[in-house]
Every structure is written in structure tokens, then in C-alpha cells.
């Protein structure tokens, strides 16, 4: 078995075809790759892959200077975060100007859900626990995944690891404290339970006051301000037992409790700092994966989760009835997923996913009180490779139904989807790849789109996307002490047809319909550098450059006709340069984009202006003696602080500091 | 070897250069202020703006002879925006009141919109004036009374739920009670109208009228208009005549309304907001209720208020303009100045939702 994982290791850092490695085993994650002495640099799948990919690993998490959730999402080329600000801000994200609704959120291969705003939040997710992002566009041709997994225009993938897995007994204790009153605690303990089951248990929590400052500005007056009303705290319990039942099969269950309670400090208001906003979110779900090979050829998975999300809103205010507003929501979700896949030969892979979800809303508010959707979906997956091409193509059937007491049901869909990439190794020496993609998919309408009161509207059809891409990709070891170079372009071009939008009727009531087209242009630039100085001593240098024109193609002769959408940087990029030593290792980073207008009809005074966010960290590892080890590591965030804002009216933190201690023994 | 090392060099060089350039050639500037006070100011276009789309209020002002409008005249003449959600004004004396929603504030202006002071009221919604006093109703139940001579709060008297426009007649300030923020319970606790004493500043008598009503005029003859604006869907919006006797009468339905002496004019607007928008312009002579149709010359195209000049009664119908998805909100609107007999006259261009023209001589 040991040698097993060993060889295991060898071939992704070698860089064997990762499809070859897939036996049962990767459902296990392997961390600390780099800790693995061996020759050659393996070839990163950011430059193998049929369709643009990103992934960030631990050791890059490091490198690239991430420090929170959004700067992992920040140094994804093509993603456009929008961040509303601070610990409790919402902060969701858009890939290729496809809008929120059409990227999902994938944890430890089981996508994430919220019916009713059919948006992830990922200032929910807890970067401590995170072990590897991952962005994939379109869709990776995984033949191991759900079919669900193919559902979406773009997914992020997060996955969550074992830590140090060779250790029978191992324990984490970290203790982080920032600026604006942030102080977090997480415990993980992991224990190999017998030879064949590991059980790891992880707790997290964390307070921040948030009451951070910016500068007002008001016609020519400039004020230093706070936000009020802004405090978060976040608690969360994880249990995951892995048993792998033998050489040929293996059971992963894990179980995940949250809790939030933050407050909203709204947008900012001239002359008034008054907002007395808050949220209560809580969640629990538990999932199984089970994997099995059954013969040579043929490979099964089984996936199975349920899922408990509550939210309570709640505004204070005299105005309302009882002096306060309340909208409680409760969201099910029951799914179970199985996937076989037939190695036919050593060109030919397929494979055939089947899942079925479950999902239903109640609420306290009106016409919405009892929802449900019922969905099934099949895939089937094709990998062909054939010298130095690899050609992918997926089929995906979906079929929903709606269910509603008492109010018009939303419609029942049924929709066929295909997506096709390739990718063909140019040169034979070279890891030079041309690459290019095709997908149609869409998103249903929300809960909140379909019901919600004289919003919702029942009749709504799905939103269509449409995406084309072509890429080039090239890495090169280019001598002894530059040891990487990773280049990619690629570029896009995706519709929106369909396009679900909400028109107000009134300061408090909106209602949806099915209007519009988009049309995203982009390109993106990236490239991975690292030098090795001298024996131990690294430079990495990473950036990105992103070219969009996302603009509003429904009538001719409107105001947003032809215009970048509201929020949509016409650039972006980021540039982080890291250098990793025996002594103090150290990274710098650069985020920014050009200016935006908040507004699609680009008013006079919502154009925001594009800003350039730097940030630093050191870090390294001593040893306590005993096998205990620490890791330290203190950064800067917004280094020259910077007031901007990326939503308009809810502005950024200025400079802050983080530390954070890890021991492990 | 070399040549790769100059191309990586490049790539570099490319990529910071990109990132500075973006990065540079941007920062919040806001245009220096102007000088605005040998200004001609006719009439005052208060813009709302829109909070949604993080669009801060305005104040422009018309100019008659020129025929021009000019916008953001509060802030060439202060320096700083009028705040957040702009929501009503009034002239009197010698002093331009306006009152700002999401921003809590009552903004006090001598007539060129320079600012005098300002005051925090709560949620404040609409005035109204009457012998030395501006009334402000306040969103969470209350009508405030501010002294105009010494710019303080003297009394507060708590009303039905919501309350919105006021009118005043015959010592009696009107103030209507919408519930709005109790949509979902149908507006239950609205459906009144708080009739006041003005002497005592006590409500004297809470009279039922329709379904969520908004709007109060009053006539030169003491009797009091409202429109129940309904529920937005089945429930028509109806104007609703209260007399001395503060016997309810309907009117005709309609949306919107503006009254010069014994003349009520009125906009019904049909729309579901996002493919048409029907309007029919009448007015009514308030004590016959006798109703003249297709008043105006010209259409707008989507009406966000009615006002008349009592100076020269022409009638000012401000307009969002009508955008792929229904009315562009957070687009500039304008207004059409129409002659007392309804004919077109003149187009004027505002700010951002412009939801009142403001008159010097209304009072």
C-alpha cells in the first residue's frame, strides 16, 4: 500500500498523464508535493488540459500571497469577484462575464447549493481548511465526475485534505489574529484509527469586529469614516472518516456544521451611517463518496449527500410593521449521484453518470411558503487520446421538475447539452498545446426568481449560455536554474441568451422576466516563472493579464446597447513574485483593474475607478524539536491602503495585518 | 539562451506594464467647484437619484427666459450631494426645504440652493407648510413640526403606519396613512387618512379611505384629494375627494395628480413595467368633478410626476426615459413644460429620477 502511494506521488510530480493515476486512491489528496525530491518538473495540468484550468495548491497559496478566500479567487484568470467588503461581505463570483448564476461551487467533488439565490457565498468558506482551488471553464472531462458537475458554465472546485498523511496521530492547533478586531481559532486532530481508516475532526472559529475605516467622499469633501454594524462571528465543525476498505474500494464520509451570525452595515448612505442589518446563517450536511474498481476496466463511484441550510434576515427599523423586517428561509437538499467509467482501451475512456437532486424552500414570507424541484441528469463522457491528441465530449440530459403548494408552479424543463474540447500537442519535444472548447449549458431560474412575492414569475425559461474557446499553452524547463516557465493564452467568446432579469416596480417590489442577451469577449494572459538561485533558494513569479468586452447585446438603439456591463472591468490582472528561502520566505502581490461603471447605462457618477490592490507576506517553519513543528506567517494586506471599492458603496478595508501561528504535532 | 532570457524579460516587462497602466490612470477625482449663485432659477428639479445603483440625489434648476435646465446646482452651490433617495421640497419664505429618504436628513437652502442648515429627521417623506411651520411626515408613524423661524422641532404627533403626502384645509393638515411597508399583509393598518388640528397639533379624527394611499392635494376651495394607489395589480389607483364634511368621494382612477386652484390635473399610467406604458392625461374640476380628457399635446414617456406653476399654470410632467427593460431608472430623466391649455412647449433634461419640480411661489 505504501508503495503504492509513494509510486503514486512520483507519477503526478513526474507528471505521468494524470488520467493514468486515477486509480482509487485520488480520493485521497496527497499535499506536499513539493516535498518530494525528484528531477524533472511535472507538467502542470494548467497546461494539459483541454480547457482552461487554474489550480492553486497549498504551496502556491503561499506564493502567490492568498491570504483570504477572495485573493485565491482574485488570481484566477477570468474571474470577476464581487466583493461588497470586509470579513461578512458577500463575495461571489463570475467567470467569463457569465454572471454568478453560472458558476458552481464544488466541495470535495459535491457540488454546493442555494436554490434560492442560486449564488455561493464564498465568504463562507474558510481558508484554513482549504487544501486546493481549482477553476475549471467549461468543464473538465473528469470521467469520474457527477453529471452534475457538468450542469454549469464554469465551477470552482475546493477541496479540503488529510494533513501528513504518513503520520498515525497528528494534531493542528492555529490561532490567527488581524486588524479590525479579527481573531480565529481552528483545531484539527487526525487519527489513523487502524491501518485501513483515518478519522480527522477540524474546528473553526472566528470574531471580527469589522468596524474598519474609508474615506467618505461627498462633492469635494473627503471624511474618514467607519463602518458600523459590521461584526462577524463564524463557528464550524468538520468530521471526515476515510476507510479504505481494501486496494480496490474506498468510503469517505464527512459531516459539517455552520454556524453565522454577522451583521450588515449596507451600503453607504450620505448623512446617514445608521443600518441595523443582520443575518443568521446556519448549515449542516453530511456526504458519502463511495469508489470502487470492479474489474481493470471498469470503475464505479457513488456519491450521497444531505443538506439543512437556514437563513434569518433580519432588518430593524421603525418603518416596518412591529418595527422589524423578517424573511427566514429553509433550504433542503437530498442528492445521490452514481458514476461507472469503461477504460475501453488505452485511447478510449467513457463513462455514464446518473444523479438525482432533491431541493425544497420554505420561508416565512409570502406566496413562497413550500417549494420544491425535483432534477434528474445524465452524462455521457468520452476521453479519446491518440498521439499527441486528446479529444473530450460530453452529452448532458437534464430534466426538472417543479413542485408548489398553493401558488403556480414554475415550469418543468427538459434540455439536452453538449460540450466538446480538444487539445493536440504541437511539437513532440514540446510541451507546446493547442487547445479549444465548445459548451451550451444553462441555469435555472432561483427559488427567489420563480416565487418570490410579486417578484417571482413562474413562467420563467432558463438562461442559455453558450461559450467557445481556443487556447495556446506552453511550459518549458528553460535551463538548470529556470526551472519553469508556463505560458497560456486563451481566448473566449461566450452568449447569453434568455438572460433572467429583475425590473423594479417600486422601491420594494421587483419582478423578473426572461430579456436579454450578453456577449463576453475576452482574453487572458498568463505566465508561471520559477527560478532556482541557488539550493534552496526559489523565485516564483506568477501573473495575469485579462482582457474582457462583456457587453449587452438586446435591442439596438437602447442606452445599454453594446455597453460593458454594469461592474465588468474591461482589465484585470495580478502580478505576485515570491522568494522561498531556509531563512524567511516571502511574497509580494499585485491585484488591480481598470475602471468600471456601476450601472449598465454607464450614468454620469457611477463610473468607479480602477485601483491597484498590493499586498506582502513572510513566512517559514521552525522546529520545535519533538517532530512539533510551527508554522508562522504575518502579511499585509492593501499594503499602500488604498480606498476603493469593488461595489459601489460598500468600500474596502484599508491596510491590514494578519498573523497566524500553526502548530503541528 | 540569451534571446529566451530577453523574451522573458518582455514578458515581464509586458505584464507590470499592463498592470501599471490600468492601474494609473485612474483616481477619484470629482470636478472642482464652480461658482453657480447669478443663477435664474424658475423652478427646482429635485432628482432622487437611485440607491440601487448607488446614484446619489440631485437638485437642478429651469431657467425660463434661456430655457435651459441646469443639473447638480445643490452641489455647485454647497460643495457636497444632496444625499441619498431625494424625496421631497417645498419653498417657503425665503427659504428652499428639501428632504432626503434614505439619508434622514432636511436639507434648508436659501433660494439660490445655498445651504443654510440641516437637520436630521427621521424617514422623512413629504412636507407641507402652513403659518410659520413646515409639516414632515415621517415613514415610521410620525408627523414632525418644525418652527421655520427658529429652524427647531417643536412637536411630533404619531399617525397610522407610513405615512406620505399631506395636504392642508381649513385648519386641518391631512396626512395619508399607506402601510406600505405591510405589503404582504395587504396594508392592513393604512387605508386612512390622520386628520390633524393644526391649533393643537393633536389628531382629531382618522377617516377611511382606499387601499395604500399616497398622494394629498388641496384645492383653493378646502377640499382634499388623495390617491389610493392600490395594490399595484388588481386593486386600481383612485383618486379620492375629501370634502369639508370629510365625506369620501371616488374620483377616477389615476396614478399621479396636480391641483391649481379648482383644477385637479391627473395621469393614469398602465404598465407592467418592462413592455408598455399607456397614459391617459385628464383633469377635473375639483367642486363640479366635471372631467376633460387628452388635456396634454405631447406624450411622455413615463411619467414620474405632475406639477403645475401656480405662477402661470403651466403643467411639468417629468419623465424617466423608456429603456429595453421598461423605464431606464438609473438613467437621466427629464421633464415637458406644457401651457395651461395643455399645449407643448419645451423639453427640459434632468438628473436621475426626477420625481418633483419644486415652484419659488407655491405657497
Not at chain 1, 159 to 176: D, G, H, N, R, V
Not at chain 1, 322 to 351: C, F, I, K, M, P
Not at chain 2, 7 to 19: C, D, K, Q, T, Y
Request: glycine share 6%; net charge neutral; with cysteine.
Amino acid at each position: 500500500m505504501k508503495h503504492s502511494s509513494l509510486l503514486l506521488l512520483y507519477m503526478f510530480v513526474a507528471g505521468v498523464v494524470p488520467a493514468v493515476a486515477d486509480n482509487v486512491i485520488d480520493t485521497i489528496r496527497v499535499r506536499r508535493l513539493d516535498s518530494v525530491k525528484v528531477g524533472a518538473t511535472r507538467i502542470s495540468e494548467h497546461i494539459t488540459s483541454a480547457t482552461p484550468l487554474r489550480i492553486i495548491d497549498e504551496t502556491d497559496m503561499s506564493r502567490l500571497n492568498i491570504v483570504d478566500m477572495t485573493d485565491g479567487l482574485n488570481r484566477m484568470a477570468g474571474v470577476f469577484l464581487r466583493d461588497y467588503g470586509g470579513a461578512g461581505g458577500m463575495k461571489t463570483v463570475s467567470v467569463r462575464g457569465l454572471g454568478a448564476n453560472h458558476t458552481a461551487v464544488s466541495l470535495d467533488g459535491i457540488i454546493q447549493t442555494d436554490v434560492q439565490t442560486g449564488q455561493i457565498d464564498f465568504s463562507r468558506y474558510n481558508l484554513m481548511s482549504i487544501s486546493q482551488m481549482k477553476l475549471i471553464v467549461a468543464d473538465d472531462f473528469d470521467g469520474l465526475q457527477s453529471a452534475r458537475a457538468a450542469c454549469s458554465s464554469s465551477t470552482v472546485e475546493l477541496q479540503t485534505a488529510l494533513k501528513s498523511w504518513t503520520k498515525p496521530s497528528y494534531k493542528e492547533f492555529t490561532i490567527e489574529h488581524g486588524s479590525f478586531d479579527r481573531y480565529g481559532v481552528q483545531l484539527l486532530w487526525q487519527q489513523q484509527m487502524t491501518k485501513k481508516w483515518t478519522l480527522q475532526a477540524v474546528g473553526h472559529y472566528l470574531y471580527v469586529g469589522n468596524n474598519y475605516p474609508y474615506i467618505l467622499t461627498n462633492g469635494v469633501e473627503k471624511e474618514k469614516k467607519h463602518r458600523h454594524n459590521n461584526r462577524v462571528n463564524t463557528y464550524s465543525a468538520d468530521i471526515v472518516s476515510l476507510w479504505r476498505i481494501n486496494d480496490n474500494a474506498a468510503l469517505d464520509v464527512k459531516g459539517h456544521w455552520y454556524d453565522s451570525y454577522f451583521r450588515m452595515p449596507g451600503q453607504v448612505i450620505y448623512y446617514n451611517p445608521y443600518n441595523n442589518e443582520r443575518q443568521h446563517n446556519r448549515q449542516f450536511w453530511t456526504n458519502a463518496t463511495w469508489s470502487q474498481r470492479l474489474s481493470p476496466k471498469w470503475m464505479l463511484k457513488v456519491r450521497g449527500k444531505w443538506e439543512w441550510n437556514e437563513l434569518r434576515y433580519k432588518d430593524v427599523d421603525a418603518i416596518y410593521p412591529n418595527g422589524e423586517w423578517t424573511e427566514n428561509y429553509w433550504q433542503r437538499e437530498g442528492y445521490l449521484s452514481g458514476v461507472v467509467r469503461y477504460d475501453a482501451s488505452r485511447w478510449l475512456r467513457l463513462s455514464y453518470a446518473a444523479d438525482y437532486i432533491h431541493n425544497d424552500l420554505n420561508s416565512n414570507q409570502y406566496l413562497n411558503s413550500n417549494v420544491d424541484r425535483n432534477g434528474l441528469l445524465q452524462s455521457l463522457t468520452m476521453n479519446v487520446k491518440w498521439g499527441r491528441v486528446t479529444v473530450n465530449g460530453r452529452w448532458l440530459y437534464s430534466s426538472y421538475d417543479n413542485h408548489a403548494e398553493g401558488v403556480e408552479s414554475s415550469r418543468d424543463f427538459d434540455r439536452h447539452n453538449a460540450s466538446v474540447s480538444m487539445s493536440w500537442r504541437i511539437i513532440p519535444k514540446e510541451h507546446l498545446y493547442l487547445r479549444a472548447f465548445y459548451k451550451n449549458i444553462f441555469r435555472l431560474p432561483t427559488f427567489t426568481e420563480s416565487y418570490y412575492y410579486h417578484l417571482g414569475n413562474a413562467d420563467l425559461s432558463p438562461e442559455r449560455s453558450t461559450q467557445y474557446g481556443v487556447g495556446l499553452t506552453l511550459q518549458r524547463e528553460m535551463a538548470l536554474w529556470w526551472r519553469v516557465l508556463r505560458l497560456s493564452v486563451d481566448a473566449y467568446f461566450n452568449k447569453i441568451e434568455d438572460k433572467i432579469t429583475s425590473i423594479p416596480l417600486n422601491l420594494h417590489q421587483w419582478r423578473t422576466v426572461n430579456i436579454g442577451k450578453v456577449r463576453a469577449q475576452g482574453c487572458d494572459v498568463s505566465m508561471e516563472s520559477r527560478w532556482q538561485i541557488n539550493t534552496g533558494h526559489n523565485i516564483i513569479l506568477n501573473s495575469s493579464v485579462s482582457w474582457q468586452a462583456i457587453t449587452d447585446r438586446t435591442q439596438k438603439g437602447t442606452l445599454t446597447y453594446k455597453r460593458q456591463l454594469a461592474y465588468m472591468p474591461t482589465f484585470t490582472g495580478f502580478v505576485s513574485l515570491a522568494y522561498e528561502n531556509p531563512i524567511v520566505n516571502m511574497a509580494f502581490s499585485v491585484t488591480g483593474c481598470s475602471s468600471r461603471w456601476s450601472t449598465h447605462e454607464h450614468s454620469p457618477s457611477t463610473r468607479l475607478p480602477g485601483y491597484a490592490e498590493m499586498g506582502a507576506s513572510l513566512w517559514r517553519t521552525i522546529s520545535m524539536g519533538n517532530n512539533i513543528f510551527a508554522d508562522v506567517k504575518v502579511s499585509i494586506q492593501n499594503l499602500a491602503n488604498k480606498n476603493y471599492c469593488v461595489i459601489k458603496g460598500y468600500p474596502m478595508p484599508g491596510r491590514a495585518y494578519r498573523i497566524g501561528v500553526t502548530m503541528k504535532f | 539562451m540569451l534571446m529566451k532570457f530577453k523574451n522573458f524579460i518582455f514578458n515581464v516587462l509586458a505584464v507590470s506594464v499592463a498592470i501599471t497602466v490600468f492601474v494609473a490612470c485612474d483616481d477619484d477625482n470629482e470636478s472642482p467647484r464652480p461658482e453657480g449663485d447669478k443663477m435664474q432659477i424658475d423652478a427646482y428639479v429635485l432628482n432622487q437619484g437611485n440607491t440601487y445603483s448607488s446614484i446619489a440625489s440631485s437638485i437642478g434648476c429651469l431657467d425660463y427666459t434661456a430655457k435651459t435646465a441646469t443639473d447638480s446646482v445643490f452641489y455647485l452651490q454647497n460643495g457636497v450631494l444632496p444625499g441619498n433617495t431625494l424625496q421631497y421640497g417645498v419653498v417657503y419664505g425665503s427659504y428652499f426645504y428639501a428632504i432626503a429618504f434614505d439619508s434622514n436628513v432636511l436639507f434648508v437652502c436659501d433660494k439660490n440652493l445655498k445651504l443654510q442648515t440641516s437637520l436630521n429627521v427621521s424617514n422623512p417623506r413629504a412636507m407641507v407648510t402652513d403659518g410659520g411651520y413646515v409639516y414632515i411626515s415621517n415613514y415610521d408613524g410620525h408627523v414632525t413640526k418644525l418652527d421655520t423661524a427658529t429652524m427647531s422641532v417643536v412637536g411630533t404627533v404619531e399617525v397610522g403606519p407610513n405615512p406620505e403626502e399631506m395636504a392642508v384645509a381649513n385648519g386641518y393638515l391631512y396626512v395619508v396613512n399607506s402601510d406600505g411597508m405591510n405589503y404582504t399583509n395587504n396594508y392592513a393598518n393604512g387605508k386612512s387618512v390622520s386628520k390633524i388640528n393644526l391649533s393643537t397639533f393633536t389628531v382629531d379624527k382618522t377617516i377611511a379611505v382606499g387601499l395604500n394611499p399616497t398622494k394629498a392635494v388641496a384645492d383653493a376651495s378646502g377640499n382634499i384629494f388623495i390617491i389610493a394607489m392600490g395594490d399595484y395589480t388588481a386593486i386600481p389607483s383612485t383618486i379620492q375627494k375629501i370634502d369639508a364634511n370629510d365625506n369620501v368621494t371616488d374620483v377616477a382612477e389615476a396614478t399621479m395628480m396636480a391641483v391649481n386652484g379648482n383644477q385637479l390635473y391627473a395621469v393614469k399610467v398602465e404598465t407592467d413595467f418592462y413592455s408598455k406604458c399607456q397614459k391617459t392625461y385628464f383633469s377635473v374640476n375639483t367642486t363640479t368633478l366635471e372631467r376633460t380628457d387628452n388635456i396634454l399635446s405631447a406624450d411622455v414617456e413615463f411619467p414620474i410626476s405632475l406639477s403645475i406653476d401656480p405662477s402661470n399654470g403651466h403643467i411639468f410632467v417629468t419623465s424617466h426615459t423608456w429603456g429595453q427593460n421598461g423605464p431606464n431608472y438609473s438613467a437621466a430623466g427629464y421633464l415637458m413644460e406644457f401651457d395651461a391649455t395643455g399645449n407643448y412647449l419645451q423639453k427640459y433634461t434632468a438628473g436621475v429620477n426626477p420625481v418633483q419640480v419644486v415652484f419659488p411661489d407655491n405657497h
